[in-house]
């Protein structure tokens, strides 16, 4: 192949619109109140049993490096309840078939809740459209994946699941 059919093939190949730029800044920020809004909620949950003394929380900072939006600080949540010791941890917005994932880690194992399209179900991939992004727990079962909603009930399963084993 010459440099003409090279050049010629590239021209005949190139596309007319330039490429969306991406807002790597708002695309952090999105992310970062994403993570606020899944804390404001476990909040919210354990709140009777940290009135009554029987949970205890803090955060911690977390520095998470990502391609394209850099180096940022976000808070891991350290739960410590019947001496049990457990940590929610985000890892990331740029991930492949999500928005986004916290794991929350305990003695017993991890379970991962990820922001995924409201639609979803863990299954295959939806019909392409403009995603409502919600957190949801994801569930492993032996060849199987797929996500449960993340409410308050479900929340307590998973915790649970990992302090019990």
């Known amino acids: 192949m010459s440099k003409k059919d090279f050049e010629e093939f590239l021209d ?5 619109t330039p490429e969306k730029e991406i807002d790597w800044e708002a695309q952090k920020k999105e992310w970062l109140d994403y993570i606020n809004q899944f804390y404001e909620s476990v909040k919210a949950w354990l709140e009777p049993y940290e009135v009554d003394g029987k949970v205890s929380y803090e955060f911690k900072p977390l520095v998470l490096t990502e ?6 600080e976000v808070d891991a949540m350290h739960v410590n309840f019947a ?3 457990i940590t929610l941890e985000p890892i990331g917005t740029l991930l492949i078939g999500t928005k986004g ?3 929350l880690e305990g003695a017993r194992g991890r379970v991962q809740f990820i922001l995924a399209d409201k639609d979803s179900k863990g299954k295959k991939p939806e019909e392409r459209k403009i995603p409502d992004w919600t957190w949801k727990i994801v ?3 032996p060849r199987k994946i797929s996500y ?3 409410n308050e009930d479900n929340f307590f399963d998973a915790l649970m699941e990992i302090v019990n084993g």
């Open 83 to 85: 001496g049990q010791k």
């Open 12 to 16: 005949k190949h190139a596309t007319n």
């Open 101 to 103: 994932r916290i794991d």
């Open 67 to 72: 391609e394209n939006i850099g180096t940022y």
């Open 148 to 150: 449960a909603e993340f």
């Open 139 to 141: 569930l492993r079962e």
